[in-house]
C-alpha cells in the first residue's frame, strides 16, 4: 500500500467518524424525548411541543399523538445535520471525481429525483401510520418501536443528506476540473 492511499484511508475514516458522530449527537433528542414521555405523559413542554408541530405536515400515530407529533416535529432537521457534517467534513472527504460527467450529472439527477422523494414522503407529507400497511402499525402501536422507527426516519434522512451534498460537490469538482481544462 502506498503513502498515498493510506492517508486518503484515514481521511475518508475520519468524515465517516464524523458522520457517526453527528448522527448520534442528533438522535440523543429523539431518546430524551421518549424518556420524557415515558416518565411523564403530560410533561409541559412535551403538551407545548405537541401543540407547535401540530402546524406542520407530520408522521403520526393515533395511538401515541403526543410522542409520534414531537418526535415527527424533531426529525425534520436531519437534512439540516446533514449539511453541517457536509460543511465541517468538507476538507476530510475523499470524493472520487474520475468518472464521466455526462454519467454523473445522469446518476445526480436520478438521485435527486429519488432524494426529493424520499424526502416529501419523510418529512412534508401527513402520513397516519396506524392507518398504513401491516409494518407500520406495529411500529405505532409501541413507544419503544415507535421511537425506533423514528431514529431510522432521522437515521435515512440524515445519510441521504450526506450522500447528496457529498455527490453534488463532486459532481461540481468534475465540471470545474472541465472548464479548468478548456
Known sequence: MSMKQVESRSLTNIAAKRMY????????????????????????SLTYLYALSGKVPELISANNPTLSSVMSFYVKIAPLLGVLFFLIAR???TLKTNFS???GILAFMLFTVFYIAIIYYLLVSNVELTESGRFM????GNDYLLTVFF??????CYILTCYYI?????????????IKHR
Not at 137 to 140: A, H, I
Not at 151 to 156: A, E, H, L, T
Not at 167 to 173: E, Q
Open 21 to 44: 458522530y453527528i448522527f448520534l449527537v442528533g438522535v440523543i433528542p429523539l431518546i430524551l424525548i421518549f424518556l420524557s414521555y415515558t416518565n411523564n405523559q403530560g410533561s409541559d
Open 91 to 93: 476538507r476530510k472527504l
Open 101 to 103: 460527467f455526462t454519467k
Open 137 to 140: 402499525r406495529l411500529l405505532s
Open 151 to 156: 431514529v431510522s426516519v432521522f437515521y435515512v
Open 166 to 178: 457529498s455527490y453534488a460537490y463532486a459532481v461540481f469538482l468534475v465540471l470545474k476540473l472541465k
